[in-house]
């Protein structure tokens, strides 16, 4: 490599400039919104600066179950896509990554992400979120239609890629809204937004309540090969904070039946059977959810499943303030007080039980993969509210792996499954030319050092946001390396 002056300017710096913009953000909170987009793309500039070269990384633990391999051997990639896998002799024009000791698998594929953008900067923006996803090891993110305005047209759909392709530093495939502006009034031009990229379609944040409505969508989704990815909560049994249970009722606190979820994974798992139309449950929570998942596909109806990182490893005991992960074997976080803002997410955490279900639902293959739901909000939303009027959502992008990777080291699972979840599975899903290295597949690629421990702090994170409970816990396991097409989009050493 070629070495810099002292004085240089070199990617890292932009890098880091990009951080610290991140960084004035959580400070100042709401207040970023006034951040000019001449500011915003000047922080960010480096997301499009192409690094691409010859690159061979050596010495790995390569995990691809694509192609069914696990062993130690060399990748090269040439031209942004991956060349060859083996034992291989540097090249005289290659840079060579000394990967010993790492893990170097198929880049992640994150289907649920709030980007924010356009409309809630202040949240985050397509530069931020994209590098949150680039740090935690994702190189495609699914976004969700909840920008203001909503992603309910073709011009809309335009705009966001625009601004995805000037500020993004990962691949980033919308989804479409269900309904005009998400308010369930009236269906969408669902041929015309698939024709526009949409790879899916979704109210999420809100549920689709007319049922003719979801039957239309269902009905298109057979034609376009698309999914209907709904946020299953039946709005009149809502209301709450928290899961309603026995924590719930401890605190004295408003709290959600997990009947709320259950209903409407039915109501829509009939409407699926009805038309054959491929039904994607977002987030499920509850294991009774799983279960009437298992039911629906041994019945034939097209119905996947997601599960997030924070249901199979937290339970509604951390409203309480616990913070012991559950499934795992790891170090008992520092107790905090009660009704943390940061432990508020919708679905919200349920039980142990429930958190064993899922787990085993995800390992039979009831539930497909695993997604993230990145839902960053900016600190007067979270910390400058009580409990119960605080925002819903975590912050994910960065900690799914350090949780999944917990999961592995408790012989939950294996590191090819997780593997399988996280890249491989949804790229199968939605037919995408990614989630594996074989030889001609674009070098889309994530290198992880599993045993790297660091503590999550609101500085250590690139996303804008930092509302996550796993703040100043000590984790284990972090993407050291992110490549998207060749291009090096994250960097940890």
């Known amino acids: 490599m070629t070495a810099h002056s002292r004085g240089a300017y070199t990617l890292r710096d932009t890098r880091l400039e990009g951080i610290r913009g991140s960084l004035h953000d959580k400070t100042i909170g709401g207040v970023a919104a ?39 051997a060399d990748v090269r990639v040439h031209n942004g896509v991956v060349a060859e896998i083996g034992r291989l002799d540097p090249e005289r024009t290659e840079r060579v990554v000394d990967a010993s000791g790492l893990v170097v698998a198929p880049g992640l594929i994150d289907v649920h992400v709030h980007l924010r953008e356009p409309g ?26 909840n920008t203001e305005p909503a992603l309910d047209s073709v011009v809309a759909l335009e705009e966001l890629k625009r601004r995805t392709t000037r500020d993004g530093l990962v691949r980033v495939r919308p989804i479409a809204a269900i309904s005009e502006g998400r308010r369930g009034q009236r269906p969408v031009d669902f041929g015309a937004l698939a024709t526009a990229g949409a790879v899916g379609f979704s109210d999420d944040g809100e549920t689709t309540r007319d049922s003719g409505i979801m039957l239309q969508a269902l009905e298109a989704s057979c034609v376009l090969g698309l999914p209907v990815m709904v946020h299953c909560e039946d709005a009149g049994l809502t209301g709450g904070a928290m899961h309603e249970g026995e924590t719930s009722r401890m605190l004295g606190l408003r ?54 990182p924070h249901h199979l490893t937290m339970t509604d005991e951390w409203v309480a303030g616990c913070r012991q ?66 925002a819903f959502g975590l912050v994910g992008s960065e900690l799914a792996l350090p949780l999944m990777l917990a999961l592995v080291r408790a012989g939950e699972m294996t590191l090819s499954q997780v593997i399988g979840w996280l890249s491989v599975i949804p790229a199968r899903l939605w037919g995408m030319n990614a989630g594996t290295l074989k030889p001609g597949a674009p070098a889309d690629i994530v290198v992880i050092d599993p045993n790297e ?12 946001a930092a509302n996550t409970p796993l703040i100043g816990m000590k984790l284990r396991g972090r993407a050291q390396m992110t490549l998207v097409g060749g291009d090096e989009r994250h960097r940890a050493w």
């Open 453 to 464: 421990t660091w503590r999550s702090t609101p500085e250590q994170l690139a996303s804008r």
């Open 255 to 308: 709290a959600i039946s997990a009947a709320a979820e259950e209903v409407i994974i039915s109501r829509d798992i009939a409407l699926a059977r009805l038309t054959g139309g491929w039904l994607h449950i977002c987030h499920v929570s509850t294991g009774v959810g799983a279960d009437l998942i298992g039911m629906a596909k041994r019945q034939g109806a097209h119905v996947t499943g997601e599960v997030m």
């Open 34 to 72: 006034s951040r000019t987009q001449l500011d915003r793309e000047a922080v960010f500039f480096w997301a499009w600066m192409s690094v691409n070269q010859d690159l061979l990384l050596r010495g790995g633990r390569v995990v691809d179950p694509s192609i069914a391999l696990d062993r130690v």
């Open 120 to 145: 809630q900067e202040w949240k985050e923006t397509i530069g931020s979120g994209t590098a949150a996803a680039a740090a935690g090891g994702f190189t495609t993110v699914f976004c969700m239609p």
């Open 325 to 390: 992960l559950t499934n795992v074997d790891e170090p008992v976080g520092r107790i905090v007080p009660t009704a943390h803002p940061d432990t508020k997410v919708n679905p919200p955490l349920r039980t142990r039980n429930d958190t064993s279900r899922l787990l085993n639902a995800l390992k039979q293959g009831t539930i497909d993969i695993v997604a993230t739901d990145h839902a960053p909000h900016s600190r007067p939303e979270k910390q400058g509210s009580h409990f119960l009027n605080a």
